[in-house]
Structures are given as C-alpha cells and as structure tokens.
C-alpha cells in the first residue's frame, strides 16, 4: 500500500500531470465563479481533449477543474447570494449576510481555508477505504455487482425531484438509451432503426452536454436584466482573519468534513444534502444558533469543508463499485471507461497506483486552488460581476465543439440538441435528468455484469445471499422512499427537511 | 346507480382539474416507448433481449403505475409549504420555477437564436455561424456595440482555432460549405 501512495503520488507530480492540473484549476475557477455551465457539463467538455492523454494526467486536468469547481461556487454565494454551483447553496445562508456586513473578506477566507481541509479530509477517507474495500471487493463476482449497480441506481431514482415514479422511468429511459447500438454478445443490431451512427450507440458527451449544458444555457439566455448586481463594492481585507477563524473552529471542520466524506459515499445524497446537513448539525452543536442565517462564520465553516470533503466520499463508490452517486460522478466514470480503466476490482489492485494518485490529485488542487484563491481573489471577485448574457456566444459554441469532438461526427450535434430539448422538457415539468444520465453510463455496466451472471449461474444468481441482501436494500428503500413522500406532505419542521428535491 | 358512484361522477371535474396534465402526457409518451422497445426486443434471440426486455418491462410497468396514479390519485398542485429559505432551495426547484415563468415570447426569442446559430452551422461551419451569431446576439440581445461585438466575435473565432485547430488539431463541423 505504502509503495502505491508513492507510486500514486509519482504520478500526480510529472510535469505533464502538474500542467494538466494547473490548466484543470484555472478552467475550475472560471467555470465555478460564471454563470453558464456546471462542473458535469464541463467535465463532459473536457472529456475529448483528453483523448490519447494517459490517465493520471487526463484526471489532474478532469478532477483539478471539478474539485476547484465547487470551491469556486462559493465566491458567488458570498459575494451575490447567488450559488455558483448547486452544491453552493448552503454557503448563501451565511456567506452572503457576512458580505453585507462588509466581512466578505472574511468569509471567502474561511470559505477557501475550511475548503481545503475538507477536501484533503475526504481525499484520506478515499484512501483509508481502499484497505477495507479491497478484500470486499475481490470477495465478490459479477451477480453482486450488477445488484449493487441496481441498488445504486434505485437510490438516484428514489432521491430525484418529483418522484420515485418519476425517477425510475427516467433511470429505465436512460438504461435503454445505453443499449442503443450493436449487442455485444451476439452483434445484432438494437434500436438503431438503420442509422448507421447509431451502431457505436449514444456517447456520453453529447447527452450529458445537451441534457445539463442546454437548460443551462437557455436560462442564461432567459435571465432576466444583465446579470448580478452589487449595490456597493464587497469589502475584501481580511482574509487571514477568516482563515484564523477557521483553524479556531478545528473541530467543527472535521465534523462537517466527515459528515461530507460520509453522505458523499452514498448514491444520491452527494453535496446537494450533505451541505444542509453538516449546516443544520453546525446550528445545533453551536453556542450561537441564532447567528445562523444572519451571518455566522460557522455556517460558512461548515458549508464549506462539507462541501469540499465529498468529492473524495463520492469518488469510493464511483472507483470500487462503479456506481456514480451523482451527474458529475456519472461524467468521471465514463472518463474512466473513455480512458480503459475499469472501476471495480480493477481500481484495487493492477490500478492500485492510479487510484491513490487521483487523492494526490485532489489534495494539490486544493493546496493550488487556496493558494491561487487567496493571491487572486480581488480579480477573481470581478468575475462574478460578467453579464451571463455575454457568455452565451462562448457557451453555445462549446456546446457544439464539444458534442462534435467526442466522435468528430455532426449527427453527435443533433444527439446533443435532443437531450437538450429532453433536457429543457424535463426541468420545465420536474422530470429529474439525473436518473437518466446514471442510467445512460451505468446501462453498459449493468449489462455486462448481467451476461456474465446469466453465463455463469443461469437464473441461479438470483438468489445468491449478497444479491437477495441487495434486493432487500432495494424494497426498503423504496418502503423508506414512500414513507418520506407521505412525510414530506406535512410543513417541514426540522433543519433535515430543508432539502426539498434532492437531485 | 348506487351513491359511491354518483358521488365518483360528481368528484370527477374537480380531479381532472387536478390531474397535471403534463406529466399525464410525458408519462403515456413514455409508456408507449417501452411498450414499442419491449416488442422490438422480443424479435431478438434470447441472450440480446434478456436485457433489454427487463428494462423496458420495468419502464412499461413504473410508467402504466405512474399513469394511474396521475389519473386517479392526482394530488395537489401546490407543493407543501416549507421552511425552505428561497436562495437554498434545490437546483432542481429552481429551474422549475425558472422554465414557468418564462413566456411564449421568452420561448420563441429562445428558440429562434438556438435555431439561426444552428441553421448557420449547417451551412456555413463553425467559425461563420459562431461570428454571426456572436455580433447580431450581443448587439441585438447584450445592447453591446458594435465595436465591443465584433472584437469578441473575433477573438472567440480566434481562441477556437487555436486551441482546437492548431494546439488540439480536432476536425471543428464546417457545415455544408465545408468553411473550417
């Protein structure tokens, strides 16, 4: 293990993965502060221009810019009230009445500080799990993995705005989607209607790019006046007193940190809920809960490292299992097919090295994006004043290079302008996309591990005693998923139902 | 006719007024995919259709449940009131709320942009319709001028050829013309 950390960090340390990652975290912070696109649309952008790259450095460039994505989103929430990403929104409860007060130096100094460690904590989670997965892992053969496949798309579905009904069509739209092409066992050809590009079946790219990148982009064509308006200018001294404040309150770092390592490692739950719960944890640990929501430094703390902490969570299942908990997982494990790694076993042993540089990888993004946010945070807080207006040229040009590039083919660009008509349809009538996109990469996965099973055991598997503890997972989680339905109908009372539609 | 069913009879305006006729719409669109994937699936040999049927068997079913409780079970339009502050509700409530509040208008100037830009790169290629598109959108839409719209139009062709043509060498679309 001791070799594969050095191996792995080795890696993560060649000039060209520095480079990548340097690139990964400028386009990070680009991407976290404008409005426009979101760290799984450009995730999916950048996934072309890795093409040929080796792995570590195509993933200091692909999880360099996401990881400095989200730490970025936190400059508009302090600075606007606005959150540059979804997993932001927690950070606009405080960060942004701290702003008011004329403390937004503060803040961003505790967001930035509080960041980091939350980060570099979920990246050691990441790595203390690979001792403990590793056993489990080889223990278990292809019956397990599809359940656990299922279990993790269930858990999407069940989550999803709107419903579980809703979510579940969505996951099987997804999952028939990624069947489209040629059948990998018997070469016939399936729901391909002729077409001849249909044949190599439905990338990723183009899906993910239409799907999230066009509702995006529509509501920055659609906003209304000419962007973020600032009565007065933010007053931004007093960084290092934000960092103070944050090493003050170690403890409540590390606790928000964990609970964002944790829920991060659950399908479904990611950033979105962790960061309103370690927030409602941090209001009810607190000497001072009536500051929160009125500019609390420790709502910012725990926004923050929570918010930082669950990449590295996240990312266990998405390596050991194959089973992405949220979009942006979904885009990095088709990176990691695109790149001919397999997540799984795999991850765990031959890849062992690659795995751990993906911690390191983590880890110096977050040392660069501090470093760079700290030295550079007045220039980077007039990027949160562009007009979304004025980008609309930029993105819609993206969108379209990058749909185009994943196969150099135009009918990709079509592809691309059906989800994102799917895309738009969706979220005008609540219908969740997240399902869909999982079901869209898992589809492949599921399939494979369903042939397998089938060729090995016949109908046998089935009642296997980890695919029934699984398929027992699964009702309960649908029992659970109804009873909170039925809850959900009453006034929310507590700090935990703050979450509303999850995904 | 026994009273349960008068009482029905009565009852039925008002829920079909709270039947959301959206979802009723999608949800049978949805239905009949999966009922036409399962009957695609069904020409194939066993071990290319094991799957796929299963799927669409479990997307006919969650979609033909779905439709029976929009239908029969419709619940209300308004969403449970909740402590939930405006600027921390989910992306997902967010956009909702967004794409409603948009007008026809809203949709047509929308959609006419999205399709010039694309009618453009069916024609012309990239860097002609991402030029066009560029000074007429920030002139007629940012109120930039026309100074401010053709320096960004140009540095956008600019930056795209070099990072993709030259540094990348990717083929960029160069629509019917072939202008790339």
């Given at each position: 293990?001791?070799?594969?950390?050095?191996?792995?960090?080795?890696?993560?340390?060649?000039?060209?993965?520095?480079?990548?990652?340097?690139?990964?975290?400028?386009?990070?912070?680009?991407?976290g502060i404008l409005p426009g696109l979101g760290g799984a649309v450009t995730l999916a952008l950048l996934i072309p221009v890795t093409y040929g790259m080796d792995p570590v450095p195509a993933f200091s460039l692909l999880l360099g810019m996401y990881v400095v994505c989200a730490i970025a989103g936190d400059f508009t929430s302090i600075l606007f009230g606005i959150p540059g990403e979804p997993t932001s929104a927690a950070m606009v409860l405080d960060g942004y009445p701290m702003n008011k007060k004329g403390q937004a130096g503060r803040a961003l100094g505790a967001s930035l500080s509080s960041s980091a460690v939350g980060a570099i904590f979920g990246a050691l989670v990441?790595?203390?799990?690979?001792?403990?997965?590793?056993?489990?892992?080889?223990?278990?053969?292809?019956?397990?993995?599809?359940?656990?496949?299922?279990?993790?798309?269930?858990?999407?579905?069940?989550?999803?705005?709107?419903s579980i009904h809703k979510g579940v069509i969505m996951a099987a739209v997804g999952v028939l989607i990624a069947l489209v092409g040629i059948d990998p066992n018997l070469g016939i050809p399936r729901y391909t209607f002729d077409n001849l590009h249909l044949w190599e079946g439905i990338g990723i790219v183009p899906v993910v790019v239409g799907l999230l990148g066009g509702a995006e982009?529509?509501?920055?064509?659609?906003?209304?006046?000419?962007?973020?308006?600032?009565?007065?200018?933010?007053?931004?001294?007093?960084?290092?007193?934000?960092?103070?404040?944050?090493?003050?309150?170690?403890?409540l770092m590390l606790r928000t940190s964990a609970i964002g390592a944790g829920l991060g490692i659950l399908p479904g739950l990611g950033g979105s809920v962790s960061q309103f719960v370690a927030y409602g944890h941090a209001k009810q640990t607190s000497k001072h809960p009536e500051e929160f929501g009125n500019?609390?430094?420790?709502?910012?703390?725990?926004?923050g490292s929570t918010t930082a902490a669950k990449d590295g969570g996240a990312l266990v299942p998405t390596i050991a299992f194959g089973i992405p908990g949220s979009a942006s997982m979904a885009v990095l494990l088709g990176a990691f097919l695109i790149l001919g790694l397999n997540p799984g076993?795999?991850?765990?042993?031959?890849?062992?090295?690659?795995?751990?540089?993906?911690?390191?990888?983590?880890?110096?993004?977050?040392?660069?994006?501090v470093v760079l946010g700290a030295l550079l945070i007045r220039p980077l807080?007039?990027?949160?004043?562009?007009?979304?207006?004025?980008?609309?040229?930029?993105?819609?040009?993206?969108?379209?290079?990058?749909?185009?590039?994943?196969?150099?083919?135009?009918?990709?660009?079509?592809?691309?302008?059906?989800?994102?008509?799917?895309?738009?349809?969706?979220?005008?009538?609540?219908?969740?996309?997240?399902?869909?996109?999982?079901?869209?990469?898992?589809?492949?996965?599921?399939?494979?591990y369903f042939m397998v099973s089938y060729a090995l055991f016949e109908w046998d598997w089935l009642s296997r005693p980890g695919v029934v503890l699984v398929e027992v997972a699964i009702g309960a989680m649908i029992l659970l998923t109804a009873i909170r339905v039925a809850r959900k109908k009453r006034p929310a009372r507590k700090v935990g139902q703050l979450t509303g539609g999850l995904v | 006719m026994s009273t349960e069913v008068i009482s029905a009879i009565r009852a039925a305006p008002g829920r079909w007024a709270r039947v959301n006729k959206s979802d009723l719409i999608i949800t049978a669109l949805l239905l009949v995919v999966f009922l036409a994937a399962m009957t695609m699936a069904t020409e194939w040999k066993p071990l290319a259709a094991y799957f796929p049927l299963g799927v669409s068997a479990l997307g006919a079913a969650a979609s033909a449940t779905f439709l029976v409780r929009?239908?029969?079970?419709?619940?209300?339009?308004?969403?449970?009131?909740?402590?939930?502050?405006?600027?921390?509700?989910?992306?997902?409530?967010?956009?909702?709320?967004?794409?409603?509040?948009?007008?026809?208008?809203?949709?047509?100037?929308?959609?006419?942009?999205?399709?010039?830009?694309?009618?453009?790169?069916?024609?012309?290629?990239?860097?002609?319709?991402?030029?066009?598109?560029?000074?007429?959108?920030?002139?007629?839409?940012?109120?930039?001028s026309w100074f401010f719209a053709i320096v960004y139009a140009a540095l956008l062709a600019g930056i795209t050829f070099l990072i993709f043509s030259t540094l990348l060498k990717l083929p960029l679309p160069g629509g019917l013309l072939g202008l790339t």
């Open positions: 293990m001791l070799d594969a950390i050095g191996a792995g960090l080795a890696q993560a340390v060649t000039p060209m993965s520095l480079l990548m990652l340097l690139i990964g975290v400028v386009i990070g912070f680009f991407v990441l790595m203390a799990l690979i001792p403990v997965m590793r056993p489990l892992m080889l223990g278990i053969s292809a019956p397990e993995l599809f359940a656990a496949g299922l279990l993790g798309l269930t858990f999407i579905a069940a989550l999803s705005a709107g982009v529509l509501q920055t064509m659609l906003e209304k006046g000419s962007g973020p308006k600032q009565t007065a200018p933010p007053h931004l001294g007093g960084i290092m007193v934000g960092v103070k404040d944050s090493f003050r309150n170690w403890w500019g609390s430094i420790e709502g910012v703390i725990a926004a076993p795999e991850m765990l042993t031959e890849q062992l090295d690659v795995t751990l540089s993906l911690v390191w990888i983590i880890v110096l993004s977050t040392l660069v994006a807080a007039k990027l949160t004043s562009v007009s979304g207006k004025l980008l609309v040229p930029f993105l819609i040009a993206m969108l379209t290079i990058g749909a185009f590039s994943y196969k150099n083919a135009g009918e990709d660009i079509w592809v691309m302008l059906a989800f994102l008509a799917i895309g738009v349809v969706a979220a005008r009538f609540k219908w969740p996309r997240i399902p869909l996109l999982l079901g869209l990469v898992l589809g492949e996965l599921l399939e494979r | 929009v239908l029969f079970f419709p619940r209300s339009a308004e969403a449970p009131k909740t402590n939930i502050p405006e600027e921390a509700r989910s992306m997902a409530d967010q956009e909702y709320e967004f794409f409603r509040s948009l007008t026809t208008r809203d949709w047509i100037v929308a959609v006419a942009w999205l399709g010039g830009f694309y009618v453009a790169l069916a024609v012309a290629g990239i860097y002609v319709a991402m030029a066009v598109f560029t000074v007429a959108y920030l002139k007629l839409q940012a109120s930039r």
